[in-house]
Structure formats: C-alpha cells, structure tokens
Antibody, heavy 120, light 110 residues
C-alpha cells in the first residue's frame, strides 16, 4: 500500500524540542524529494522544508530556518524533522509529502498529518 | 500574508463551471510551473493539477488548469457537491528557494 505515515506530534512548551518522523511504504522512497508542510489551526498551507532524494540539498522557509532540521534515512524509508526552540506560532498539523522526479515541485502524496501544539 | 494571491471564496450551483485564480510574480509563477491542491476540511490535501495543466491519475477531466505569465487558473466544470473544499495553488519561488502557496479559496456548492 502506497502511503506516508507521520508520527511524533505532541504538546510541548515554548523553547522545547520535538522530532517528527514520516515513514514511507509502497514506493521507491530513495528517488523522491520530500517536504514538510504545516497548517496552523484554521489557516492555510505553509511550506516548511524540503530535502533532495539523496539528502545532499536542503531548503527551509525563513520562519523555521536555524531552528528546524530536515533529514532522511533512505535505508529506513523515513523522513525526519527535528524542531528546536519551538514557538507558539509553530502550532500546526505537520504533513510530510513526496515530490517525485519531473513533477515540477508537486506534492504527489501526503501523509495524514501529525499535530504539534506549543503551549505553556 | 501569502506570496500567491487567491480569492478567499468562490461559489457555484451544481453543473456550473467555476474558476479560481492565482496571481504571483516573475519569481514564482512567472518562472516555474503551478500546482493545485484540494483539501476537504479535516483531511490531508490532495494533488489536483501539476505542471500547470497535468492531471494525476484519478482526477476527472472536468478539472483543468492553465497558466499565463504570472497568473494561473483552476477550472472546475460540471460542479458537484463533492467539489466543496478548499483549493490552494503553489509554485517554486526562485529567490526564496522554497515552495510558496496561495492563501486558499473556499469553494461552496450552493
């Protein structure tokens, strides 16, 4: 079954850290770029970070740069997002999404999302 | 404030054709392809159109996309109640080195 499954969401205090995981199955994970996209409650979609298929190139939105780190383990078909120095405004559902070759930066498939709440 | 501009809402009656616009700049839509997503509230987004006008397998041909200059449009013909959802456009932004989204358009089927 082709799917992405996120995990790791939790309630955390401002300044805290959290690591999200996204496990892929049913497709060749190692050839796709991967992204994290978030959605604050009642708001629109916001792109957060991306990593190339081989892990050698990474890009971040200005809102998370310096605090979040995206990584992947192709041997485990897993994508990660290490989130440090969390702020209240990081509260959102976090989705991982696959970006196949030649798709034009299209998020061809999304996970179900994992909720991160930053609150004191 | 989103980088790409969409109308916040759109509506139509069953069977009608509706279009949703997406306006950007030379750094995003003007130099890269546009993708469109549908999100039913409470669920994950779904890819509707990629590379301006390509439909993934399973997306009906009554849904189409187009692009001209720094603007793009999503058209849905033969409107159905199941089309009621939020729609987002997105494109790669060359200067920001990231994907930018529109603010989303809530489509209501009257």
């Amino acid at each position: 079954q082709v799917q992405l499954v996120e995990s790791g969401g939790a309630v955390v205090q401002p300044g805290g850290s959290l690591r999200l995981s996204c496990t892929a199955s049913g497709f060749t994970f190692s050839i796709d770029a991967m992204h994290w996209v978030r959605q604050a409650p009642g708001k629109g979609l916001e792109w957060a970070a991306m990593i190339w298929y081989d892990g050698n190139t990474k890009y971040y939105a200005d809102s998370v740069k310096g605090r979040f780190t995206i990584s992947r383990d192709n041997s485990k078909n897993t994508l990660y997002l290490q989130m440090n120095s969390l702020k209240v405004e990081d509260t959102a559902v976090y989705y991982c999404a696959r970006d196949p070759p030649q798709s034009g930066w299209a998020f061809a498939m999304w996970g179900q999302g994992t909720m991160v709440s930053v609150s004191s | 404030q989103s980088v790409l501009t969409q109308p916040p809402s759109a509506s139509g009656t069953p069977g009608q054709r509706v279009t949703i616009s997406c306006s950007g700049s030379s750094s995003d839509i003007g130099s890269n392809t546009v993708n469109w997503y549908q999100q039913v509230p409470g669920t994950a987004p779904k890819l509707l159109i990629y590379r301006n006008n390509q439909r993934p397998s399973g997306v009906p041909d009554r849904i189409s996309g187009s692009k001209s200059g720094t603007s793009a449009s999503l058209a849905i013909s033969g409107l159905q109640s199941e089309d009621e959802a939020d729609y987002y456009c997105a494109a790669w932004h060359a200067s920001l080195n990231g994907v930018v989204f529109g603010g989303g358009t809530k489509l209501t089927v009257l």
